[in-house]
């Protein structure tokens, strides 16, 4: 919403909160759809100048991987320019896939991807009031990455802690999974049921064994690192008591 109504929604929501800090959580800062970066924190600086924004972020290589395996191996989010008669499959594999995304450079997933250019938006807004989060902090260092959080909400270490507890990626599709999806694609039936499992005896069977894609196809990671280590070491020294070199980013 333009700020006005922003800001007006926020202290409604702040009238109604029982502490100091409001947390308000959102993809829009970053979601493949968001076409403008800038135009969200500008409405958020306007409606709410004294806020911090936390930003959570996992490697890009760790984070195509996770995309694909949830939306990008089922044609979905794709925000590719493509011709009206261009016919794309209902399952694509992993380097047909990436070959879509990169067509859009400046938009969808690669802008996404964008860590420095995502920050410095905000960081021209807010200042040293954005804070990132790395999900490998998270994996490594439970008690820093809790630490971290505690500083941008002003609450105890102690009080971030439970809310961590058995944090963990959502399970990717087995590969029994996968090839129901593309046995029902063929026969013209929505494969969405794959997103939401439920305790059938058929859906428990679909769900064992290993995981399809458990890596990320080579050339893919390449051209990650093409893209994007610098613009991470840039980030890493925007925040030197950020481990982000030891994290797996500069080298993403």
């Known amino acids: 919403d333009p700020a006005p109504a922003l800001a007006s929604a926020i202290a409604e929501l702040r009238a109604q909160c029982g502490t100091g800090t409001l947390v308000l959580s959102t993809e829009s800062l970053a979601h493949p759809a968001a076409r403008d970066l800038g135009l969200v924190a500008d409405r958020l600086a306007r409606a709410v100048p004294d806020a911090r924004i936390l930003v959570t972020l996992r490697a890009q290589h760790a984070l195509a991987l996770s995309w694909y395996r949830s939306h990008g191996r089922f044609a979905q989010y794709l925000f590719t320019h493509k011709t009206e008669a261009e016919r794309i499959p209902a399952q694509l594999p992993q380097a047909d ?62 009080a971030c802690a439970p809310l961590l507890a058995g944090a963990h990626e959502n399970r990717g599709l087995s590969a029994r999974e996968v090839a129901a999806a593309r046995f029902l694609g063929l026969a013209g039936v929505r494969t969405d049921f794959l997103e939401h499992r ?55």
């Open 198 to 252: 439920g305790r059938s005896a058929l859906r428990r069977w679909l769900s064992q064994g290993p995981r399809a894609d458990a890596a990320l196809d080579p050339a893919i990671a390449d051209d990650l690192r093409r893209r994007f280590a610098a613009g991470n070491r840039r980030l890493a020294d925007r925040f030197p008591g950020l481990p982000l070199e030891a994290l797996g980013y500069c080298g993403a």
């Open 97 to 158: 896939w990436w070959r879509l995304v990169a067509r859009e450079p400046r938009g969808g997933l690669l802008a996404m991807l964008d860590f420095e250019a995502l920050v410095a938006c905000y960081a021209r807004r807010f200042g040293d009031r954005v804070t990132l989060l790395p999900l490998e902090l998270l994996e490594r260092d439970p008690a820093a990455y809790a630490a971290r959080l505690a500083g941008v909400l002003e609450v105890p270490a102690s």
